[in-house]
């Protein structure tokens, strides 16, 4: 299913020739923010979207990353993207599932980063997802977080990220995830519907988990 586009959106700020690929900035201010945690501490459940700055000509393949996951994990609606007047710069209006959650959005900035790797046409998924090209995802280190996420356990239940005495936050998906044990993503990562798991998608490799 192709990625059916809002109108396109205008860009004025002089400030859209800052910033480097994987760069996050709100419509206003627009000032792109490279710290992905940073940004997820600003962009909030109110936020009607943000742009993201990719290389050039690469928004099309990271918005079909993004909603491919969203039809693996049936999400709906759809998050909606929007191409620009700057070929480096992609809009996107994110569902409420992903601005629900504190973790789920430093996730999304981590998926949105991994989407540059993407390439729909060769459908690079999981190399896409666990890359560790520049710039990073970090997500390969949190790889049994997100196999349990991908599996349907979307429900983050753990510690509350704090931003301590700054407004900068820095924990987030990856802080919380990173290296950490089976016990500990299953503690904290639930289904929605209190369903228990049917499988251990820890034990899976990413094909089987995803393709079964």
Known sequence: MAVDFLEPKLIKSPN??????GHFTLESPFQFEACRERFAAVFKETTQGFYFKHPQ??????????????????????????LT?????????????WKSCPLKRSLLTGLLRAGIVYDYREDNFEQALLSNEMPRSHLQGTRKALLRFLCGYTKYVGPEPSSGSSTLQTQGW?????????????????HPDGKRPRVNPAKFDLSEVLWA
């Open 16 to 21: 859209a020739n800052n910033g480097d690929h």
């Open 85 to 97: 007047n700057r070929r480096t710069i992609l809009w996107i209006e994110p569902n409420m599932f």
């Open 57 to 82: 000509s690469k928004g099309r393949h990271i918005a079909e990353f993004l909603l491919k996951i969203e039809r693996f994990l049936n999400v709906s609606p759809h998050s909606n993207f929007a």
């Open 174 to 190: 990856r802080y919380f995830f990173e290296n950490k044990d089976e016990k500990a993503v299953k503690l904290w990562l639930k």
